[in-house]
């Protein structure tokens, strides 16, 4: 028996375990599929992690060993995956001595996220050597491997600019970035410093028809304004178009919410089983390893809560259903309270400009704000838990 297994090693897991044992909590273990603990961070190349957690700005291997030295008195189990959770906290483990059942008196989700390859995406062509994801990419470069040295980078999220920078740093030179969407999903001025710094043009309204190429990547036909063309590279890296890794949850009979695609969580990061908590991009799409971070530790310390029997009663929480233009929010369960604020956030499938609202079930207005939505930003609404006493239904749109 333990009072918290933690399943995942990466920012958010470990920040969870820090606060945790930080307060006291000594019946802890962490839980790592991978070898290595950091998370996605530990193939990144580039500065711009560890802020939020340590104060510092690393490159992402430096970040991963941070966390790693910070959880060196928590014990951290690698190569050791946890196969289901059932009811009750009873967790079932696959470690190097076979198939085990431990449990716990809370179970935290920090299983992260995974970018979408190119089977899902339907692109058709040949199969040749040179097709990889942003992360096995940034892995190959790591170890000092070369797998091209001309490839095409298909997506413009944030994660694309970190493939370019990967790139950069281990000598290889994109010849492009395809965009179907008529702007980049990264906030501009991205694409201007990709051509000016980087030298890599950035075609927008542009869809990859198909890979071509016999045993290794020979180029891509792309299509802009209905003309196709050949595009001459020896790679292409397929990057964003991020889920939840929740097959866990899922399979564990966890209920997923049908917008972020990851587990449904309250404001206390409690999924509807009162013993499993989420939290970090496991809950959404993605976000970046700060965010992360941060939503391990306030996790960590609503867990805390419940070790204690002080969170709210779950049949007391008002269930946010989504409304006109909102493509997900987060979370989908909210507590009415006398004092103190809640934070939603939400996302658009589509750029709006118009007012984030927030509604009961009567209609009445609860709270709203201005926003220009793009997609992949993160739209918050704050508001005082008090506005929610007597609600009984959440909605928020963008009108």
């Known amino acids: 028996m333990h009072d918290v297994l933690i399943v995942g090693a990466g920012p958010a897991g470990v920040n969870a375990a820090r606060v945790l044992r930080k307060?006291?909590?000594?019946?802890?273990?962490?839980?790592?599929?991978?070898?290595?603990?950091?998370?996605?961070?530990?193939?990144?190349?580039?500065?711009?992690?560890?802020?939020?957690?340590?104060?510092?700005?690393?490159?992402?291997?430096?970040?991963?060993?941070?966390?790693?030295?910070?959880?060196?008195?928590?014990?951290?189990?690698?190569?050791?995956?946890?196969?289901?959770?059932?009811?009750?906290g009873v967790v079932h483990v696959a470690t190097e001595r076979g198939l085990e059942t431990w449990r716990a008196?809370?179970?935290?989700?920090?299983t992260g996220t995974r970018?979408?390859?190119?089977?899902?995406?339907?692109?058709?062509?040949t199969r040749p050597w040179g097709v990889t994801t942003t992360g096995a990419f940034q892995e190959m470069v790591m170890k000092g491997l070369?797998?091209?040295?001309?490839?095409?980078?298909?997506?413009?999220?944030?994660?694309?600019?970190?493939?370019?920078?990967?790139?950069?740093?281990?000598?290889?030179?994109?010849?492009?970035?395809?965009?179907?969407n008529a702007r980049i999903t990264a906030q501009r001025p991205a694409d201007v410093l990709a051509r000016l710094v980087y030298g890599t043009a950035v075609h927008l309204e542009t869809r990859l028809v198909s890979i071509l190429g016999g045993e290794k990547v020979e180029g891509v036909e792309i299509e802009h304004a209905g003309?196709?063309?050949?595009?001459?590279?020896?790679?292409?890296?397929?990057?964003g178009r991020f889920v939840p890794d929740a097959?866990?949850?899922?399979?564990?009979?966890?209920?997923?919410?049908?917008?972020?695609?990851?587990?449904?969580?309250?404001?206390?990061?409690?999924?509807?089983d009162p013993r499993v908590f989420a939290a970090g991009n496991v809950l959404r799409a993605v976000e970046h390893s700060g965010m992360a971070a941060r939503e391990g530790q306030r996790a960590a310390r609503m867990m805390l809560r419940a070790l204690s029997g002080r969170l709210p009663d779950v049949r007391k929480a008002v269930?946010?259903?989504?409304?006109?233009?909102?493509?997900?929010?987060?979370?989908?369960?909210?507590?009415?309270?006398?004092?103190?604020n809640v934070t939603l956030h939400a996302r658009v499938a589509q750029a709006r400009k118009g007012m984030l609202r927030l509604v009961d079930e009567r209609g009445r207005v609860l709270a709203e704000r201005r926003v220009h939505a793009l997609p992949e930003r993160r739209l918050e609404l704050p508001l005082p838990a008090?506005?929610?006493?007597?609600?009984a239904a959440l909605r928020v749109e963008v009108v």
């Open 23 to 88: 307060a006291g909590v000594r019946n802890i273990a962490v839980l790592e599929r991978t070898r290595e603990v950091g998370g996605l961070p530990r193939y990144c190349g580039h500065t711009g992690f560890g802020m939020m957690d340590f104060g510092r700005v690393w490159r992402g291997p430096r970040y991963a060993r941070a966390l790693a030295a910070s959880v060196a008195d928590v014990p951290v189990l690698t190569d050791t995956t946890v196969t289901a959770i059932e009811p009750g």
């Open 115 to 125: 970018e979408t390859p190119r089977g899902p995406r339907l692109v058709s062509g």
């Open 386 to 391: 008090s506005l929610l006493e007597g609600v």
């Open 146 to 180: 070369r797998p091209f040295e001309r490839p095409v980078i298909v997506g413009t999220e944030l994660v694309a600019f970190s493939a370019l920078m990967t790139a950069r740093h281990g000598g290889v030179r994109p010849v492009a970035m395809i965009e179907e």
């Open 247 to 272: 097959i866990l949850a899922r399979l564990s009979g966890i209920t997923l919410d049908n917008g972020t695609h990851g587990p449904l969580v309250d404001s206390t990061f409690r999924t509807l």
């Open 105 to 110: 008196r809370t179970v935290l989700l920090a």
């Open 319 to 340: 269930p946010v259903e989504r409304g006109e233009g909102v493509a997900s929010v987060l979370p989908q369960r909210l507590y009415p309270a006398p004092k103190g």
């Open 227 to 239: 003309v196709r063309r050949v595009l001459p590279c020896d790679g292409v890296v397929f990057t």
